[in-house]
């Protein structure tokens, strides 16, 4: 059974950084379509967003303009984890941040066949 297990999360100020990581077990996901989503206060499910995404096997990454120049995806194979680096961060970032595998349609989907339980970034200004 896949897990996704996502740490990381914190508050900080507008401009800091934070680094959020996702250990995934239970499939193999070394050429898988994984990535990070965010679901902003107040909003449903369906107002989740994608954020990054990419292609494991690959070199595939996928940003919004929204966070284009601020938010980096990599994967480790070796540790079987996903992380984001997010840089200049945003009051407007502020939301709970999913990780997610076998997304589809693969980078730009909104749909994925496993999602984490989401960890809370707050920015204050």
């Known amino acids: 059974q896949e897990r996704l297990v996502e740490s990381g999360g914190g508050s900080v100020q507008t401009g800091g950084s934070l680094t959020l990581s996702c250990v995934a077990s239970?499939?193999?996901?070394?050429?898988?379509?994984m990535g990070w989503f965010r679901q902003a206060p107040g909003k449903g499910r369906e107002g989740r967003e994608g954020?990054?995404?990419?292609?494991?096997?690959?070199?595939?990454?996928y940003y919004p303009s929204s966070v284009k120049g601020r938010f980096t995806i990599s994967y480790d194979s070796a540790e079987n984890t996903l992380y984001l680096q997010m840089n200049n961060l945003k009051t407007e970032d502020t939301a709970t941040y999913y990780c997610?595998?076998?997304?589809?349609?693969?980078?730009?989907?909104?749909?994925?066949?496993?999602w984490g339980q989401g960890t809370q970034v707050t920015v204050s200004s």
């Open positions: 954020v990054a995404s990419m292609y494991t096997g690959g070199d595939q990454t």
């Open positions: 239970g499939a193999t996901y070394t050429k898988n379509c």
């Open positions: 997610a595998a076998d997304i589809y349609p693969c980078l730009t989907g909104v749909q994925a066949g496993s």
